[in-house]
């Protein structure tokens, strides 16, 4: 089962450091028996209707394909609390995104979301790998790279209240639960305030060596909303706590990978396939320090839409272990 998001601090272990693929509101799994007819190799889900005939438009040339938009997702790690049972693990945060959403109602994911333009903006303390380093790591230039590590910071702390900066090159944010601090998300949220802005307002530098880079996933070629999405690791800082901040998700939890993954087979919980493929690779790290020493094939993931049989799927290379 999993933690509530707020009921433990963080642990004292020394800090090291959603969506890409389709987020349509109902899919089938390939295996399910409603599924008709045979799936091609390597399908994972079979897409709706209404997904499925949008799907057909892009793959004729009917419609172009969206571009999509640069984002990031951050896998907040913690160990599993020493008080209970069994051997050392992981444990990771989740939100619920709410049902009315656009993208992925009902989906337990990662904090994370779009690059904000104002993400990319100078002028902010900044400690660890610089832009051009986090470029070379990224594939992309060094300025989209300053842009993604600041989305990554900035859109953990709008959704678990979690800050991933400090008042020195080596500290890091103690407490961020004050009313204070809540001021700040919300201007945040509404873009009254950048993240650089509010970093020199309150004298702090952005700990991008607090990150790691995990993963990148693109989202298919049919979908009216795309993102390429790098997904980044960071273990919560010492005697910080998450906290459900409402917005976009109406639950939020911090569970071991195995668990949320044999959830999503239970149909207790909805996983989209880069979410469910992280936390089986994450959760076969089984500590969190190997999981941020853990060298990662950073190539991008890119699900592709493959009709077979009068029915369209979404299929995964063969490489990519796909856990549902």
Known sequence: MPDPASTEPASTEPASAGSASTGSASVEPAGSEAAGPA??????LRLPPAVAERAREVLSGRKPPVT?????????????????PGPPG???YLLRRVGSMAFAPGASVFPGGSVDPRDAEAGLAWAGPDPAEWGRDLGTRPDVARALVCAAVRETFEESGVLLAGPTTSSVVADTSGPDWEEDRQAL????????????RRGLVLRSDLLRPWARWITPVAEPRRYDTRFFLAAIPAGQRTRHVGGEADEVAWWQPDAAIRAARQRELRLMPPTAVNLAELGACGQVDAALRAARDLRPVRPQIVEAGGTVWLTLDPDVAYPL
């Open 39 to 44: 799936p091609p190799d390597n399908a994972i």
């Open 68 to 84: 999509p938009r640069d984002a990031a997702s951050v896998l907040l790690l913690r160990p599993v609390a020493a008080s209970r």
């Open 90 to 92: 992981i444990e990771v």
């Open 189 to 200: 949220l509404d873009h009254s305030l950048s993240l650089a802005g509010f970093l020199r």
